[in-house]
């Protein structure tokens, strides 16, 4: 009975683990396209999975030596045939069932039977041994194909180890070892020193060291103190530290990086998808023409011998399998997103490799993508009409409805928030700031569009301060503004020089205050930049963007950009480690913060299209030249195992190079 997938009452699929669908890819790397190779060989070793070619490569030696070097008299007739055939059957016995199989499937235009037609014609004709090379090199090309897709996938597999599969708790201070699906919320985990976080958690002890490059792909130990946040996959490199769980297994961090990983194996890039549908109607169209180079030539050439243009026929055959191109592409796609990952990014899909490849303009946010977004108050001036200590208090309480940097600097810098302050009527106004009824009187706190938008009067002119201010009313009245400063991130200046060399134009777009906005970007060098933007004024820009017909790839924290995200080409999140919505979002994620990453991902998107079109024009190439040789009885059938098992090799051999590659 064919499985039937379970999901929960919210549509999730809770049967099928991860482990399981990865594993599959090796088994069958197909996507309906007729090319569904059986890898379940993949347990063996690699002397197992070539055994078979070396049991035929020695009887076929053996045969073409009796044939013309040692000549043996009782080597003739049914004693050559049979040899032959027993040293087909190791290699071709697999092939002839994948083909039987298709056809009962209804796929009937495999592969697998381009290449059995080609090598039962070829003994049909006597050419034995050619019969039995042809299918050999194809089962040594489809072990290379096994192997590099194995070695393809490693990157996101050895993801899965990062977690482990079992925990220590404290259960009444005496720790218990127990599977890491079963731990609950609240629960206590000891972690010693070296090893890995199951699950995700609030750190308990003062401070603790971590090296979070299984996450974010950065070696540099992240120290944590007491209170923030630490994630599975999180090797702890200190004393003991204890951590409390705080998600559950399967909705931790790590496990959405691996479901996300997985998934974008399946969201196919526009070539990747051309490929499948070409093979789809190349195939059949080739069985057509070589059926038509055996038998047309029959009513035009004279001294017309069936044998020797059923052998240009065959050879036709051979040559015109698509493997190299339906294997090759996709390989190079899954490359590229293994190499993307094991740096800390990753792509939904290799679609967006491709985007990224062509990317015009990089438009990006301010807070925390080019800076910190760690917000210090800097000074604090207020009108003496008001007592500053009792306003400061009204202000933290209010923001403590926010999760916004911003409120986080008020927060830290005013401490505690006093419990016996009532907010009433909290309001938060998109791209304005916070409003609330306190003691019946109302509150205001935001930038100073807020203040003009309840006209609030005030005597200060904002553009003539750099810092962002948050300005305040209380009471229908101006009570002053505080200044909050943030630091540009370390590596901000490189990723935009990187982005110049690739010749991107970039943009910032930000709410926060213009004058700041125009002081990181002129320090940084971008090319433009807008500030006091509203959400639907971000829109507005990208979208004058885009009607020049230029590609866009937004970047920002893809939640509250979330308008933005949707409408540019691929949307980029900072902060994967920090927003379960941003995983959500975005296209691309990338894990550390670290802007650089940007340049990084558009040259793996670059190199991965590069390689990619490498592959279709080093095969179609090929192909074409040794078709057309074929086709005029100018190449045998050792010239149409090169055209076929040889690009393939050498087509795979390429697309595992951007594993290797230094980015």
């Keep these: 009975m064919e499985h039937q997938h379970i999901y929960d009452k919210q549509g999730k699929q809770i049967c099928c683990s991860l482990e399981e669908k990865i594993n599959k890819k090796t088994e069958h790397h197909s ?18 999975m070539f055994l078979p070619a070396i049991i035929s490569f020695v009887l076929l030696l053996i045969a073409i030596g009796f044939d013309n070097y040692f000549t043996q008299s009782w080597f003739t007739g049914w004693v050559r045939i049979a040899w032959y055939v027993l040293a087909y059957i190791p290699v071709g016995f697999p092939v002839l069932k994948e083909a039987f199989e298709s056809i009962r499937k209804g796929d ?66 005496v720790a218990k070892t127990i599977k890491a699906s079963m731990s609950k919320i609240g629960d206590i985990i000891q972690l010693k020193a070296g090893e890995k976080l199951g699950l995700d958690g609030e750190l308990l002890s003062d401070t603790s060291s971590f090296n979070t490059a299984a996450l974010t792909g950065e070696s540099k130990p992240d120290t944590k103190a007491k209170g923030e946040t630490v994630l599975a996959g999180m090797i702890n490199l200190n004393s003991v530290c204890q951590v409390k769980v705080t998600v559950a297994y399967s909705d931790s961090k790590l496990s959405k990086i691996l479901e996300m990983v997985q998934d974008a194996t ?51 055959l051979v040559i015109s399998c698509p493997c190299a191109l339906v294997i090759s592409i996709p390989l190079g796609y899954f490359g590229g997103i293994g190499a993307a990952s094991k740096n800390g990014i990753l792509f939904k899909g290799s679609n967006f490799l491709d985007v990224m490849a062509s990317v015009q303009n990089v438009v990006m946010d301010k807070t925390g993508t080019m800076t910190e977004g760690v917000f210090k108050v800097q000074e604090v001036v207020f009108n003496s009409d008001f007592n500053a200590a009792d306003i400061l208090q009204l202000v933290n309480a209010l923001e403590s409805q926010s999760t916004h940097p911003v409120a986080t600097a008020i927060h830290q810098f005013v401490g505690k928030i006093d419990s016996a302050i009532v907010l009433k009527d909290v309001e938060e106004i998109s791209g304005h700031g916070l409003k609330a009824n306190v003691n019946g009187k109302e509150l205001l706190v935001g930038n100073f569009k807020l203040m003009d938008k309840f006209s609030i009067t005030y005597d200060i002119d904002p553009t003539s301060i750099v810092y962002t201010l948050i300005a305040v009313a209380y009471d229908k009245k101006f009570v002053g503004y505080l200044t909050i400063a943030d630091s540009i991130k370390e590596d901000a200046q490189i990723t935009i020089d990187k982005l110049k060399v690739l010749g991107i134009k970039t943009t910032m777009l930000s709410g926060d205050k213009d004058t700041v906005v125009q002081f990181v970007a002129q320090k940084l060098g971008i090319t433009n930049a807008f500030g006091d933007l509203l959400p639907e004024d971000k829109v507005n820009k990208v979208k004058e963007i885009i009607a020049k017909n230029e590609t866009v790839a937004f970047v920002g924290d893809g939640v509250n950009d979330a308008p933005v995200v949707a409408l540019s080409n691929v949307g980029i999140a900072m902060g994967g480690l920090g ?14 913060d670290k802007p650089s990453k940007i340049p990084l991902a558009i040259n793996i ?26 086709a005029g009885g100018l190449a045998t059938m050792w010239e149409a195992v090169f055209a076929d098992v040889g690009v393939a090799l050498l087509a795979i051999l390429n697309a595992v190079r951007i594993q290797r590659m230094k980015f």
């Excluded at 070829?122 to 192997?147: H, K, S, W």
């Excluded at 023409?289 to 026929?313: G, K, S």
Aim: charged content about 20%; aromatic content about 12%.
């Design 605 to 630: 998107g670059k190199q991965t299209k590069k390689i990619v079109w490498q592959n279709i024009i080093l095969a179609f190439s090929v192909k074409a030249i040794v078709l057309v040789l074929g």
């Design 579 to 592: 927003s379960d919505a941003t995983i959500e979002t975005a296209d691309v994620v990338i894990q550390d």
């Design 108 to 173: 009937v235009f495999s592969e697998f039977l381009l290449m059995s037609i080609a090598t039962i014609g070829a003994f049909a004709i006597a050419e034995f041994p050619e019969g039995v090379a042809v299918m050999l090199f194809y089962a040594i090309g489809e072990i290379f194909q096994t192997l590099a897709v194995q070695r393809a996938k490693a990157n996101i597999k050895t993801l899965l180890d990062q977690r482990p599969d079992e925990v220590t708790i404290l259960e009444n201070n």
């Design 266 to 316: 399946s969201k196919k890039a526009p070539t990747e998808l051309f490929i499948r549908k070409f093979a789809k109607i190349y195939t059949p169209i080739v069985v057509v023409l070589a059926v038509a180079i055996c038998l047309l030539p029959m009513f035009f050439v004279e001294n017309y011998q069936f044998n020797d243009w059923l052998y240009r026929a065959l050879i036709f």
């Design 31 to 48: 996507d309906d396209d007729g090319h569904d190779h059986d890898h379940s060989s993949e347990e063996k070793s690699t002397f197992q």
